[in-house]
C-alpha cells in the first residue's frame, strides 16, 4: 500500500498559488471569521492565517465574543464584504448554538464566498460551475487525482453525503460523467457495495469503521472523515488493518487535511484574478 501524502501535495499546490498571487497587481486579503474562543478552532484559524501569510495573501483578523447575536456579527460580515481588495471570507465552524449558520453565510458577498456555504456560491457550483468549490471535496479529487489512475470503468464508491465533503464529491465526479455509488447510514446493502468498489471516497465520521476484510484487494481510498478517539484524530479506515489490501490510501491526519487548507487558498486566488 501506498500513503497518499496531502502534506507534499499541499505543498506542491501552494507553490504553483504564491507564483500567482505574487504576478498579481494586488495582494489579495483573506478573512477567517472566528466567533468564540474553542482552542482547536483558535489553532486552525492562526494556521490558515500563518499559511495565507506565508504564500503573499493578507490575512485580515476578525475574532469575535461567543456571545455576538446573528444580526451583530451579520452586520460585522458586511463591514468586511467592503474592504478592498478583499478575496476571500468564511466562518471558522463551529459556531455557537444560537447564531443562525445559513443567515451567517449568506451574509457573505456570493463573489467572496471562497468555502462555498452560503446558498448563492452553492447553487452556482451544484448549477455546474466549479471555479470556486467546497475546499474539502476539491482536495479529495486532488489526492485521487495525485495517484494518476483513470476512473472511467471503475466502480466508484462515497460514503456518506454530508454538506461539506460527500454530496459535493459527488457532484465533481458526476461533472466528469462518472457514476458513483452513493451509501448512506441507511444503505441495506452497505457491505457488498463496499466490497465491490474500486475507489471509495469517505466522509462518514465513523472512526476506523472500514477495515481490511470490507475492501476489495487493490482498493483506492481517500478518507476525509474525522473523529477523535484517546485524545488523537482517526480518520474512518483503519490504516492498519487495509494495509496488506488497498492500493493507496490518504491518512488522517496528514492527507485530505492539509490539501483542503491549499484548495481554500486557491480559491482566493482565483476570486483575485477575477477581480483584476
Same mark, same amino acid.
Given at each position: ?7 507534499k501535495l499541499r505543498e506542491e499546490i501552494l507553490a504553483k498559488v504564491k507564483t500567482e498571487v505574487t504576478a498579481l497587481p494586488f495582494r489579495p486579503i483573506f478573512c477567517d471569521v472566528l466567533v468564540g474562543e474553542d482552542p482547536a478552532s483558535v489553532q486552525y ?25 446573528? =444580526? ?20 471558522? #465552524?463551529? *459556531? ?16 467572496? %464566498? ?9 447553487? !452556482?457550483?451544484? @448549477? ?13 479529487? /486532488? #489526492? #485521487?487525482?495525485?495517484?494518476?489512475? &483513470?476512473?472511467?470503468? $471503475?466502480?466508484?464508491?462515497? *460514503? ?6 460527500? !454530496?459535493?464529491?459527488?457532484? #465533481? ?14 444503505? =441495506? ?7 465491490? /468498489?474500486?475507489?471509495?471516497?469517505? @466522509? ?8 481490511? =476484510?470490507?475492501?476489495?484487494?487493490? /482498493? ?14 482517526? @480518520?474512518?479506515? %483503519?490504516? =492498519?488493518?487495509? $494495509?496488506?489490501?488497498? &492500493?493507496?490510501? &490518504?491518512?488522517?491526519?496528514? @492527507? ?8 481554500? *487558498? ?8 477575477? &477581480?483584476?
Amino acid at each position: 500500500m501506498k500513503i497518499i501524502d496531502g502534506k507534499k501535495l499541499r505543498e506542491e499546490i501552494l507553490a504553483k498559488v504564491k507564483t500567482e498571487v505574487t504576478a498579481l497587481p494586488f495582494r489579495p486579503i483573506f478573512c477567517d471569521v472566528l466567533v468564540g474562543e474553542d482552542p482547536a478552532s483558535v489553532q486552525y484559524v492562526k494556521m490558515k492565517g500563518r499559511m495565507a501569510e506565508a504564500i503573499g495573501i493578507k490575512f485580515h483578523n476578525a475574532d469575535f465574543p461567543s456571545s455576538i447575536t446573528t =444580526e451583530e456579527l451579520i452586520k460585522e460580515i458586511e463591514i468586511l464584504n467592503r474592504v478592498p481588495y478583499m478575496c476571500g471570507i468564511i466562518v471558522q #465552524l463551529p *459556531l455557537p448554538e444560537h447564531i443562525d449558520k445559513q443567515r451567517v453565510f449568506d451574509s457573505i458577498d456570493p463573489r467572496l %464566498d471562497v468555502d462555498c456555504l452560503g446558498s448563492s456560491a452553492s447553487e !452556482k457550483f451544484y @448549477g455546474g460551475d466549479t471555479s470556486i468549490g467546497f475546499p474539502t471535496a476539491l482536495s479529495c479529487m /486532488a #489526492l #485521487l487525482d495525485s495517484v494518476n489512475i &483513470s476512473l472511467e470503468n $471503475k466502480n466508484i464508491v462515497v *460514503l456518506g453525503q454530508g454538506m461539506l465533503v460527500g !454530496k459535493p464529491v459527488t457532484a #465533481l465526479l458526476q461533472f466528469r460523467n462518472l457514476s458513483p455509488v452513493i451509501i448512506r447510514s441507511k444503505t =441495506e446493502n452497505k457491505e457488498e457495495l463496499i466490497k465491490q /468498489a474500486d475507489v471509495i471516497i469517505s @466522509g462518514m465520521g465513523k472512526g476506523k469503521y472500514i477495515t481490511g =476484510e470490507m475492501i476489495k484487494e487493490g /482498493a483506492v481510498i481517500v478518507d476525509a472523515g474525522t473523529s477523535e478517539s484517546s485524545g488523537g484524530i482517526v @480518520g474512518d479506515v %483503519d490504516l =492498519e488493518s487495509v $494495509k496488506d489490501v488497498a &492500493s493507496y490510501v &490518504s491518512p488522517v491526519p496528514g @492527507g485530505v487535511g492539509p490539501v483542503t487548507v491549499a484548495m481554500l *487558498l486557491n480559491n482566493v486566488l482565483t476570486v483575485a484574478k477575477n &477581480s483584476k
